[in-house]
């Protein structure tokens, strides 16, 4: 069975300063491994993802996260935490099958202060 | 492009009640998702379908039950909602192989469903 967890349900940085959201995850067989983005009342939306290849991926508004097996953990990063970061972060993973579930974390809320 | 489109985007149930969320995508994928969001506890999967025909259980099926009736229509039923089936509740398709959107999920904008 796979399973994620995500470590920190709220993490507040400041403008200006790295983010870090830690993502651990489960699985018996090599995963696919996700992020998305959640803002208020809204869907979720990919920010990125890694299937195979480079370990380190990048995504949209300037995230990226790096698969280490040896570890089982998928974090995301950005350098320069942005005012319109703020929002709900998941951490997913799935199999490599096509149509297989698609497995969410908790959530990480993430707040940036001025 | 509508994406993945869900019904109604708001609903108030009394305990006992029956309900049928609805949800369609027009990107051609095989695989679609039911997902309920509850404060503190993520996404969790209720059911899904990796393709027309196929449906499968997540992780809390339990009072729900779906029907793939398409390729594009995937429907949610609650036969009797309970109180404890307040929550807000999203629906997904996935990008199917050959296509650029491989792996890729797309949400609907969610049904806030409330049970009182």
């Known amino acids: 069975a796979q399973s994620v967890t995500q470590l920190g349900s709220h993490v507040s940085v400041s403008e200006g300063a790295l983010v870090l959201l830690r993502c651990n995850y489960s699985?018996?067989?090599?995963?696919?491994l996700f992020w998305y983005v959640q803002y208020p009342n809204q869907g979720l939306q990919l920010l990125l993802k890694y299937t195979t290849g480079a370990t380190l991926v990048k995504g949209i508004n300037g995230f990226e996260a790096e698969f280490k097996k040896s570890e089982t953990s998928f974090h995301l990063t950005k350098p320069s935490a942005h005012m319109s970061d703020a929002a709900e972060y998941f951490c997913a993973v799935s199999e490599q099958n096509q149509g297989g579930k698609l497995i969410f974390g908790q959530g990480t809320e993430l707040s940036v202060k001025p | 492009n509508a994406g993945v489109t869900q019904t109604p985007k708001f609903q108030v149930l009394k305990t006992g009640q029956s309900m049928t969320l609805q949800c369609a995508q027009d990107m051609n994928h095989n695989s679609m998702y039911w997902y309920r969001q509850d404060p503190g506890m993520g996404l969790r999967l209720i059911y899904y379908?990796?393709?027309?025909?196929?449906?499968d259980k997540g992780e809390v099926p339990n009072g729900y039950n779906v029907s793939r009736l398409n390729k594009r229509e995937f429907s949610l039923r609650l036969e009797s909602a309970a109180p404890s089936q307040t929550s807000v509740y999203f629906c997904?398709?996935?990008?199917?192989?050959?296509?650029?959107?491989?792996?890729?999920?797309?949400f609907g904008q969610g049904t806030r469903l409330t049970v009182v």
């Open positions: 699985s018996s067989v090599p995963p696919y």
């Open positions: 379908s990796a393709s027309e025909g196929t449906t």
């Open positions: 997904a398709s996935r990008g199917s192989l050959g296509q650029p959107t491989y792996h890729q999920a797309f």
